[in-house]
């Protein structure tokens, strides 16, 4: 039943605000709750990006857009969708990193769900409380290790809400179908235990066989109070972070997308610059400077498509190379852990990136440190150097964590750099050329992925599903914009982006016996018919 008066007014998926009727108006009690003028949607939206505009700082634009979303999620999302260039970088990265760390000092209404560490026995009740029944889509984190900043505890609900922002924008999943979820275990940040807006719990975090305990509780409870919902991973520590998604990926609907989502774009990003250098990806020698779950996830994406192009899987794996806080990672060190083994080759141990790339002679250098300037000019331009066409992939978000930026990457290569980043830059003017650098961006591969999942309703999310949506996503970037600079599609195309992903996503769902409804007719109709737009 739909609700009355100021309850209808107060609930941000149904208020249309000065855009209800005359007729709206008297039939849902809302005449004189509301300023006579009926103000068309586009005059609304009109309104809010003059407001959003003259915002002196892009933390302000964020909390003008979330603002609106809490009140009238309909032109919320008008606003994103027509202007996704513009609002992408205020909604997620790089201004969602500083509305984290703000999130307890800018906080203003609840969102989503948080469950903490005293709800132990009890998640399955707690649960009950979410109003509505259909839910698809759920983000979840424990706020650990919040894009390069660290532990920020729940102050990462940011990025739950966040990434289903991007899920409803890009890939018009509905909204009413989505929840954010925080996992509260405290925090070893110092500085927010001593900080008295600090929403989240003031205690060590939990660790070991209770968090564990917690984890499966939540898995299994949520599951069940939603038995049709994809749970996404999100911003978990390293050292949970692999463990959690090989403990769930083959019992639930589950992924995690710093690993398998970082990697399906990363992997498209180098699909699309092997069209700029030429080779094959057999040919190419891969170093990471980072050996985290992003890294060690695009390495894995990267040699499972190598072996698909006739590689053994050694081979594959001899080509990915790691440096982490200790150098160059080689077979000789006894102080590897499980992940970084397969990827521990024979070789002189380099202490330094520099050293590392003399040793290893990569075609594609890959930042996924968390490090600001890593790349430095000498590593850059000792990989032009070893490259006609380096390779510069500077992933880590948010731009202050960046490896190295466009301009710089491009100034030191002499303009023949292929580059891309986590997070945007904007185009650089070389030597009479304008070269518009690419971001890999995780929203180019997640939400097609969730859309093509839900459609089809599938019981688990697989690996061979990030590499078809690589592949897609890369078969959509056109010579003119590889000419330009850039290694993916324009933003501007994401909702056609995220449908032909979710279409081949669903089409391998189906082929792998993992859809739980049946083949329709045109997959693609109906693909496209469950994609909700944010018109009243």
Not at 70 to 76: A, G, K, P, Q
Request: include cysteine; charged fraction near 25%.
């Amino acid at each position: 039943m739909t609700p009355h008066g100021p309850d209808l007014l107060h609930d941000p998926l149904l208020n249309h605000g000065t855009a209800h009727t005359r007729e709206e108006r008297e039939r849902h009690g809302l005449r004189g709750l509301l300023p006579h003028q009926v103000i068309p949607q586009e005059v609304q939206e009109a309104r809010v990006l003059e407001n959003v505009r003259a915002a002196a700082t892009d933390l302000s634009r964020y909390t003008i857009l979330t603002n609106l979303q809490d009140r009238n999620e309909s032109l919320f999302y008008r606003v994103v969708t027509d202007h996704v260039e513009e609002m992408m970088p205020i909604m997620y990265t790089p201004t969602v990193g500083q509305a984290c760390l703000k999130f307890s000092h800018i906080f203003r209404r609840a969102r989503g769900m948080y469950i903490t560490a005293e709800d132990r026995g009890s998640v399955a009740e707690l649960l009950a409380n979410w109003p509505r029944e259909d839910v698809r889509v759920i983000v979840v984190t424990d706020g650990e290790r919040i894009l390069g900043l660290g532990d920020l505890g729940a102050n990462g609900m940011g990025i739950p809400i966040g990434k289903l922002s991007l899920y409803t924008a890009c890939a018009g999943i509905d909204p009413a179908t989505t929840l954010p979820i925080t996992i509260d275990v405290g925090t070893n940040n110092q500085d927010l235990v001593d900080d008295p807006f600090y929403v989240g719990m003031k205690e060590p975090r939990l660790r070991g066989e209770a968090y564990d305990a917690l984890l499966d509780e939540f898995m299994e409870a949520v599951t069940t109070r939603f038995p049709r919902a994809l749970v996404q991973f999100e911003d978990f520590g390293n050292a949970n972070a692999f463990r959690l998604l090989r403990r769930y990926r083959d019992r639930y609907c589950t992924f995690n997308d710093d690993i398998q989502g970082t990697a399906s774009v990363a992997l498209a990003g180098v699909l699309s610059a092997l069209r700029v250098t030429g080779g094959t990806l057999a040919d190419q020698r891969f170093l990471f400077h980072g050996a985290g779950g992003a890294g060690l996830g695009i390495a894995t994406l990267i040699a499972a498509a190598m072996v698909e192009e006739g590689l053994t899987t050694a081979e594959a794996r001899s080509r990915c190379w790691f440096v982490d806080s200790r150098g160059l990672v080689v077979a000789s060190r006894t102080d590897l852990t499980e992940n970084k083994r397969p990827f521990a080759h024979e070789a002189v141990h380099a202490p330094d990136l520099l050293g590392a790339v003399e040793e290893v002679r990569p075609t594609f250098l890959v930042g996924v440190s968390g490090q600001h300037g890593a790349f430095t000019q000498e590593v850059v331009r000792r990989m032009a150097e070893l490259n006609e066409r380096p390779v510069i992939f500077a992933l880590s978000n948010p731009t202050s964590k960046a490896e190295c930026t466009a301009a710089r990457a491009y100034e030191w290569t002499e303009g023949r750099a292929v580059f891309s980043s986590g997070s945007p830059f904007s185009p650089v003017e070389y030597r009479g050329r304008t070269l518009v650098p690419g971001q890999g961006n995780n929203a180019y591969i997640f939400p097609g992925v969730g859309l093509g999942v839900t459609a089809v309703e599938a019981a688990r999310v697989t690996d061979e599903m990030f590499m078809v949506a690589a592949r897609t996503l890369a078969d959509l970037v056109s010579k003119e914009q590889l000419a330009s600079g850039s290694l993916y599609p324009p933003l501007r195309d994401i909702r056609e982006v995220s449908a032909r992903i979710a279409v081949a996503v669903a089409e391998l769902a189906h082929d792998q016996g993992l859809a739980r409804v049946p083949r329709p007719a045109d997959l693609g109709a109906r693909v496209r018919e469950r994609m909700w737009s944010p018109v009243y």
